[in-house]
């Protein structure tokens, strides 16, 4: 007994040393770094200080409007340039960082770059991404883009964005994770996880950037860049979240947006960046404006001129200057007048500097300069199997009427036709990157499924119709080859440049006359599988009831032709949820599953009986969030708990049985919601709180367990304190947020 307890004590002596020596090496790191920056700072001009805050556009691909100025690369040599956006590949960046290695103190650029959804390989596009409701996968996949962006020179992406979104109007709810908190904060932090990796400062990783800081997604009319007016109940609730889901993940940079927030634009808005951001959250890195939006404070009528801009946005924590000049410009002067203190410039330079050690630029400026691994991650097998299975699960099956998927094996003749059957670049989405011999890497429709069917299946081919114009010259050859076939299979939607940044549409129907061809399809009597493309939820009640089965097929990136004959053919058995709620018509525009109750809710999807419903429209959303189904059933136990009311501290378990009663394995993700019935503030009708992935084989059950405590519970009260309030709840567990098996649970 002695014996052991003194081994005990040795061990625990010894792992205390342990850690405490690993805390040493830590600190003497991070002190050894801050003894750099301040030993770097005391050489620095003023001008080059002013330098480090200045980032500019590369010439390579533009994602703003271009300030046609002097000449960059005698700025990059003279000091004056912090860092460069669109840049990329090896030669371009040892070329830029070489010229900066001529400048007097020769420090190093930072390259960032919108790595959004995949570098040399695509994957889906964010919003279909998070349609998979796989974390770790999606963690996975920006894994393969940190790798692939680094090889390529790449220090930093601006991404990702976590902008929640309840307005398909916004073009940009593309690049996000939909309209729940919950999901996008897990999100959020799985896209940092993986692009930074082992930590920023590997060679095989780049820094991430979490935007856009904040509330962008809320623009009022789903208009880009239009006003944000929310209350800090709101903010808290349902936008900040995912942002500090990215920083405790420690993600290394943030982005601010070009929206103001109750009249005071984020990126002047001391609130946002010096109280929440770098005040309670701690936050330690680079802050970069977005482009030109210091600047665009003069627009918004919130700063006098340029110069005003400039001392706004500095003194409320903006660090860095994208593409507006204004620091470059004013900066000294500011400084000079003392409207600007020099403190808070070097706070920012030696955060910038700071950065710059982290990634390990300093020792050696070159590190991700390397053409052999640059080779090595270019169209490397390895990663498009990762873009493959990501496409495969960002697939949405809406309908499937008489089972008419997966195709089955009497379907011997099938009519392929639609503007995207043989498109390539469409499948890239927005915001992807753009190379020459992309044509070469994208696998299409066409010959994805021409590849699965193999010669079993006479697959004929006709375009239909445009994208986007009146012109139904190209019905009567369609109709011609779909009269001959089995199966009539249509590829309609949005091009890829419909949805994205500025990219806000007042109408989301199918465009030009693809609404007509579906409709003379429906007249042929055969059956009509339809896959929608698409960066947004669109408007397809019609058409959606023309069809036998509908697939949402987002923009599934290099693999898109793929993931899509597997879904088709049932290799693969569709599993993705929305994230969004798909409206029935534009005028039901804003919906979203988490709505209050209000005093006079609708008791049912046709009730008008002055209750708050539109009196023309049916009060549900045409598909609602967390839907998708799957080419199996499955059946949903009764909800038991182990106990039905808890106190802090507590937990109770929840548990379901699920059976999987249909004809084909499959995945499901079985979704748990909370209602807070009674609070201090009224509270959304229903709150995603926990979901689980499970894959069944036909036939097989599954009992799942939920752990329930007061954390679950939680929300910001009006005196913005995040907490529980006791009293009942309603604890709802289904496929989607309307399918749901409900109990009452208390909380003392
Ligand atoms: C764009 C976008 C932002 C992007 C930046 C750099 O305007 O708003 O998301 O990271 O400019 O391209």
């Known amino acids: 007994m002695k014996l052991l307890s003194i081994s005990k004590i040795c061990l625990k002596v010894t792992s205390v040393t342990f850690f405490c020596f690993c805390a040493f090496i830590v600190e003497a790191q991070q002190k050894s770094i801050q003894q750099k920056v301040d030993s770097v700072l005391k050489l620095m001009t003023l001008d080059e200080k002013i330098g480090q805050l200045n980032q500019y556009s590369g010439d390579w691909d533009f994602t703003g409007p271009i300030t046609a100025d002097g000449d960059k690369q005698q700025q990059i040599m003279d000091g004056l340039v912090g860092s460069m956006l669109n840049v990329t590949g090896v030669e371009h960046t040892r070329m830029l960082q070489s010229l900066a290695m001529k400048s007097r103190l020769r420090i190093p650029l930072l390259f960032g770059q919108d790595v959004i959804h995949g570098f040399r390989t695509t994957f889906p596009i964010p919003l279909a991404q998070s349609a998979s409701w796989n974390p770790e996968l999606i963690e996975k996949a920006e894994r393969v883009a940190g790798t692939e962006a680094s090889a390529y020179g790449v220090h930093w992406t601006f991404s990702p964005m976590v902008d929640i979104a309840r307005d398909p109007r916004w073009g940009r709810v593309m690049e996000g994770a939909g309209e729940d908190t919950y999901l996008g904060s897990l999100i959020a932090a799985a896209r940092v996880k993986g692009f930074q990796g082992k930590g920023y400062g590997d060679t095989a990783a780049v820094m991430a950037c979490v935007k ?22 709101n903010l808290w609730e349902f936008y900040l979240p995912p942002f500090k889901a990215a920083v405790d993940a420690g993600v290394g940079s943030v982005m601010n947006s070009f929206n103001d927030l109750n009249g005071i634009p984020a990126t002047g808005n001391r609130y946002l960046m010096r109280e929440v951001l770098k005040g309670k959250w701690n936050f330690k890195g680079i802050v970069v404006s977005d482009w030109g939006s210091v600047g665009e404070m003069v627009n918004h009528g919130y700063a006098a001129n340029q110069r005003d801009a400039a001392k706004i946005a500095i003194n409320a924590g903006c660090d860095m200057d994208m593409e507006s000049r204004c620091y470059k410009n004013h900066l000294k002067d500011l400084l000079r007048t003392g409207e600007v203190k020099l403190s808070t410039i070097d706070a920012a330079v030696k955060t910038v500097l700071k950065t710059k050690f982290e990634l390990g630029l300093f020792d050696d400026p070159f590190r991700f300069c390397k053409a052999s691994r640059q080779d090595n991650q270019t169209h490397h097998p390895e990663n498009r199997k990762v873009a493959f299975e990501m496409a495969e ?16 094996k009497k379907m011997k003749k099938i009519a392929f036709i639609g503007p995207f059957v043989k498109s390539v670049r469409d499948h890239l989405g927005f915001w992807s990157m753009e190379w020459p011999d992309d044509t070469a890497t994208i696998v299409t429709l066409w010959d994805g499924l021409k590849n699965a069917l193999g010669k079993d299946v006479e697959l004929k081919y006709a375009k239909g119709c445009n994208v986007n114009d009146q012109d139904s010259s190209g019905f009567a050859e369609a109709l011609q080859i779909a009269a001959d076939a089995d199966l009539v299979l249509l590829s309609m939607g949005e091009a890829r440049d419909m949805s994205g940044e500025a990219k806000s549409r007042s109408q989301l129907h199918l ?31 019609q058409p959606a009831s023309q069809v036998e089965a509908i697939l949402y097929a987002w923009w599934l990136g290099s693999e898109a032709g793929n993931a899509l004959a597997a879904v088709l053919t049932g290799k693969y058995n569709p599993s993705g949820k929305l994230t969004m709620s798909f409206p029935r018509t534009e005028g039901q525009i804003p919906i979203y599953y988490n709505h209050l109750n209000t005093g006079r809710p609708a008791s049912s ?18 598909y609602p969030f967390g839907f998708g189904l799957s080419y199996t059933d499955f059946s949903y136990g009764d909800i038991l708990l182990d106990k039905t009311s808890f106190h802090s501290g507590e937990t109770i378990k929840a ?37 689980k992935k499970i894959f069944l084989k036909k036939g097989e059950s599954r009992t799942l367990v939920f752990n329930l405590n007061v954390e679950k519970l939680k929300f910001y009260n009006e005196r913005l304190e995040y907490k529980a309030e006791p009293g009942a709840f309603e604890l709802m567990i289904g496929p ?6 409900k109990v009452n649970i208390q909380y003392n």
């Open 655 to 691: 548990s379901i049985t699920i059976t999987n009663t249909g004809d084909y394995d499959g995945e499901e993700t079985v979704q748990l919601y909370l209602r807070d019935i009674t609070a201090s503030l009224a509270r959304p009708v229903k709150e995603l709180k926990d979901f």
């Open 511 to 541: 465009p030009g006359v693809q609404e007509s061809l579906i409709h003379a399809m429906h007249q042929l009597g055969k059956p009509v599988v339809l896959l929608i493309h698409a960066g947004r939820p669109l408007i397809f009640d």
């Open 212 to 233: 856009h800081f904040a509330g962008y997604g809320a623009a009022i009319g789903g208009r880009d860049y239009n006003s944000v007016d929310m209350s800090l109940h």
């Open 736 to 741: 989607d947020s309307e399918t749901l098996k």
């Open 393 to 408: 699960k960002s697939i949405v099956l809406l309908k499937n009427e008489n089972q008419v998927l997966p195709f089955n």
């Open 605 to 622: 999807a046709t009730d008008v009986n002055y209750v708050s419903a539109y009196t023309d429209l049916l009060n549900t959303p045409r």
